[in-house]
């Protein structure tokens, strides 16, 4: 206990890093970086993350904000969806017309 | 003196402020206070020796016209200090993280108006260099300010050194806006900036920072200066010692 305390007095917080490579994309999770707040996160990402133009647009937020699904209840979780292959739009016949299906 | 003679010193001198500059920075990679800080100065770094690769090139070229033969590494490695023009604030050592960035804000609040200006003046390749850098220059003011802040306005401890660089530094400002001959002829011709216009501008914007810092700024007071001439203090031999040592010993060589 002593040495997390330690832990949380020398080491800034930690950041979940989100960058958009280009206009109409998505951001993506590009990595998690320390900051002292988030206008640091921000600047830090434009440090270690856009070097080499790979964005446009930076997102952060703080790790402890994000909420994760458990990995012990995978099963109960994901499990269920693999035999429902009715769920997947596979019975339809497109028109040659329709493209960027 | 004539005319290409005058420009190539001016170039020098903008060569000679951020290779040494971005080489005490360097200083710094491997040794940063936090990993991501340690990546930010030496981006800070490249960005200063890029600017001093593409000034130096230039200078080389105007040297060569002239019939001196020289490149942008014979301009860098192998002059001795009393050739350097840079003024003495960029050679003060890095001291701690406190002193490192009040001379990065230093001399990026200087910067920007000075690459503005050389972006509209009369000298065509000045003009482009000063148009690639300046946005380069904006970073590392809106960097360094922040860092600024949060050290003046942080603990008792971060202050205290903040003021305790404050007064190390602030006897090296004032060289930034007195002008050497050649940049009273780039005024002049147009070339480059009018540094006592420039000097008000960066007053304005020290002031602005030191205010929401908690740092008092100080009384004009006698001002050190020389650099830009080729009289500098101690600290540029050591740099030169360590940066040029490879090429003195090993003239030529390549890695």
Same mark, same amino acid.
């Given at each position: 206990m002593s040495n997390q305390s330690v832990i949380d007095r020398t080491q800034w917080p930690l950041w979940e890093i989100f960058i958009r490579s280009k206009q109409g994309l998505d951001h993506k999770h590009a990595g998690s970086l320390h900051a002292a707040d988030a206008q640091m996160a921000i600047e830090n990402a434009r440090d #270690? $993350?856009? %070097? %080499?133009?790979?964005? #446009?647009s930076i997102w952060v937020v703080e790790s402890k904000h994000i909420h994760a699904s458990n990995p012990d209840e995978a099963a109960s979780f $994901?499990?269920?969806?693999?035999?429902?292959? $009715? %769920?997947?739009?596979?019975?339809y016949d497109l028109p040659d017309e329709l493209k960027h299906m | 003196m004539s005319e290409p003679t005058i420009l190539f010193q001016y170039v020098l001198h903008l060569a000679d402020d951020v290779l040494i500059l971005g080489h005490r920075n360097s200083e710094w990679t491997g040794h940063g206070p936090i990993l991501e800080q340690d990546i930010a100065i030496s981006n800070i770094a490249l960005d200063l020796i890029g600017q001093a690769r593409n000034f130096y090139q230039y200078a080389a070229q105007l040297s060569n016209e002239r019939g001196i033969s020289a490149t942008e590494d014979s301009l860098a490695y192998l002059r001795d200090g009393w050739d350097f023009r840079n003024c003495l604030l960029v050679e003060q050592t890095n001291g701690d993280w406190a002193k490192t960035i009040l001379r990065q804000f230093f001399f990026s609040a200087h910067q920007i108006d000075l690459y503005e200006q050389l972006a509209k003046g009369g000298d065509a390749t000045l003009a482009a260099i000063g148009a690639k850098a300046y946005k380069e220059a904006i970073y590392h003011l809106r960097w360094s300010s922040e860092w600024v802040i949060r050290l003046g306005d942080g603990t008792e401890e971060s202050h205290a050194r903040m003021v305790r660089a404050l007064d190390e530094l602030w006897k090296f400002t004032g060289e930034l806006h007195t002008p050497a001959p050649y940049e009273l002829w780039a005024s002049g011709s147009g070339t480059g900036p009018d540094l006592p216009i420039l000097r008000l501008k960066w007053e304005e914007r020290v002031k602005n920072i030191f205010d929401e810092a908690g740092l008092t700024y100080p009384a004009t007071q006698w001002m050190q200066t020389g650099g830009k001439e080729g009289?500098?203090?101690?600290?540029l031999g050591y740099i030169l010692a360590e940066m040029q040592f490879l090429q003195r010993a090993y003239p030529e060589c390549e890695w």
């Open positions: #270690v $993350y856009t %070097r %080499r133009m790979e964005g #446009v $994901y499990d269920p969806a693999n035999d429902k292959v $009715y %769920r997947h739009p596979t019975f | 009289r500098h203090t101690e600290q």
